[in-house]
C-alpha cells in the first residue's frame, strides 16, 4: 500500500527503540514530519544517520513519557514547530518476567506500570485535545500478545499491558464523534536484537519483524484505516 503523510506531523514515543527505530523511519520514508522521544543520546544520532536526506524531518527529544507534566511539555513543543499534531504512536514500553507473583517485587510492578501503563495515559492525555481541536488524528498504542495471553511467571507484564489495552479501548469510546481515532496493535516477541540477545536458541524466523509491524502502523494511522476505531489487532507473525 502506498501510504502519503506529505505535510503531517507524526509523534513516535520510543522512537529510537527496537521497534519505534523502524516506525519512525517507515513515517520519514512516506513524507512525514517524525518527532522521536529518545533516552540514549547514540540511539538518536544512529537514528538521525538512518534517516540520511530525510533527517531534516526528523526531531528528537530527550523526554520521560512516563510523566505527564513532561508529556504535556513535549506535545507544546511538537505544535510550536511543526503546528499541528495528526498522528501519535507509542512504542514505549519494558518487559519483566520470569519469577511467579509472590516472588514480585514492589519496584518490578512499579517499573512495569510506569513504562507499559503510565506512558499512555500521560501521552495521550496531552496529544488529545489537539487533535480534538483539529477535529482529525489518530493513535496507535503498541500493546502486547500478553494483554491477552497471561502466561506464567509475567505477572506484572501481563497486568500492566492489559490495563494499557482497556485504557486504549475507553479512551476510543470516549472519542467517538471527534474525528481522532484510536487503536491498539499486540505484537508477540518483536524480532530485535535486544530479543535475540535475551533468547538466543529461540527460532527468530517466527518472530514479526519491526518492519511488518511498522507497516500495520502507517495503515492504522492512515486514512486508508478511517473506519477502524477502537479494535486491538494481533501481529503474532506465524506463531
Known sequence: MNFDFSGKAVLVAGGTGGLGRSVSLAFLEHGAQVAVTWRHEAEFASLVSAAADRSSRL?????????????????????ARFSRLDVLVNTVGGYAGGIPLWQLEPEVLERMIGLNL?????LAKAAVPAMIARKSGAIVNVAAKAAWDHAAGASAYAASKAASLALIDSLAADLMGTGVRVNSILPSIIDTAANRSAMPSADFSKWPKPEDIANVILFLASDASRVIHGAAIPVFGSY
Open 59 to 79: 526531531a528528537g527529544f530527550n523526554t520521560d513519557v512516563t510523566d505527564p507534566r513532561a508529556s504535556a511539555a513535549l506535545v507544546e513543543q511538537i505544535l
Open 118 to 122: 503510565l506512558a499512555t495515559y500521560a
